[in-house]
């Protein structure tokens, strides 16, 4: 079996800097930033193997190619592709991410 190589937009990018400014903000330990985040990416690392193992992203009864991959408060949104994971985002869990995902809905 292949494992799947990891890459992650700007956007994904950005919102895992946001994960730790938030952590160490509540914690002011860097450390505890730099932990929190690493036993993050390695949540994310387990999906190299079996990509498809995600929670499904469900919308009205129909499966919206995104998969997701709880870590504490956080949801991290990706979809599968031949050969890679694209993260595509990375969402407090509180936060409407369907909406941040999607945008404005009818």
Excluded at 39 to 48: A, M, T, V
Aim: hydrophobic share 40%; net charge neutral.
């Amino acid at each position: 079996m292949t494992k799947y190589k990891i890459r992650y937009t700007p956007e994904a990018v950005r919102d895992m800097d946001a994960v730790w400014d938030g952590v160490y903000e509540v914690s002011k330990e860097p450390d505890v930033a730099d932990r929190y985040v690493n036993d993050f990416i390695d949540e994310l690392e387990k999906k190299k193997q079996f990509p498809l193992s995600g929670i499904l992203l469900v919308y009205r009864g129909l499966f919206t190619g995104f998969y997701a991959v709880s870590f504490k408060k956080y949801k991290a949104f990706y979809r599968v592709h031949d050969n890679y994971i694209e993260i595509i985002r990375i969402i407090m869990e509180k936060m409407d991410y369907m909406k941040i995902l999607f945008g404005e809905s009818e």
